[in-house]
């Protein structure tokens, strides 16, 4: 079973939801990246498990060894396959939200705001990341700060950080397939 795709159109920021943004971001804080980057991964592995393919691929695994990071290789000192997985998980979901705070620094200056997200469709296409992959976000995202924030995750929050992720989607799809209308 593959990712099911929702066209989603890109909408502008306002000023209001640049500043929701920002206090939102605030509240998660630096330290709760990894726990929420874990959770976030997770979540894009349940609702779309065709992803979990390329993280067997030691191109996307940063260049690991292969017998660390697939069940069944016999190296004798790679660290036990499942904890190696979460560390990886943590890792990767630990960078997304360093992108994710990186693009917030920029989320009212659109032009770097879209050089940033062109940059990481590109890298991600070298890690034949799809379309469908990169909307796999928008769920896994709401999920993850809707249970980190609790009843802080707003209506208001929820709807000015679901216009910056239809954006990101957006961008990062366009450099993907090559299509940057």
């Known amino acids: 079973m593959g990712c099911s795709q929702a066209k989603i159109e890109p909408e502008a920021l306002t000023p209001d939801d640049a500043r929701i943004i920002r206090e939102t971001w605030k509240m998660v804080g630096r330290e709760a990246y990894g726990e929420y980057g874990q959770r976030l991964m997770l979540r894009i592995f349940q ?17 690991t060894n292969a017998a660390t990071t697939t069940a069944g290789g016999d190296d004798a000192d790679a660290p036990n396959t499942a904890n190696r997985w979460k560390m990886d998980l943590r890792n990767h979901g630990s960078k997304f939200f360093n992108s994710l705070d990186d693009l917030i620094s920029v989320v009212d200056k659109p032009e770097e705001l879209f050089k940033m997200l062109h940059d990481i469709g590109i890298r991600h296409k070298g ?7 990169i909307q796999a976000i928008v769920d896994g995202l709401n999920h993850t700060m809707e249970f980190g924030l ?3 995750w707003t209506d208001n929050r929820q709807k000015s950080f679901g216009r910056l992720i239809n954006i990101i989607v957006s ?3 366009r450099a993907l397939t090559g299509n940057e209308k």
Do not use: F, G, S
């Not at 979990?52 to 191109?59: E, G, I, R, S």
């Open 47 to 63: 609702k779309c498990p065709d992803i979990k393919a390329l993280w067997q691929n030691p191109h996307v695994m940063n260049n």
């Open 127 to 133: 890690y034949e990341v799809k379309t469908e992959h």
């Open 150 to 152: 609790k009843d802080k």
């Open 171 to 173: 961008r990062t799809n």
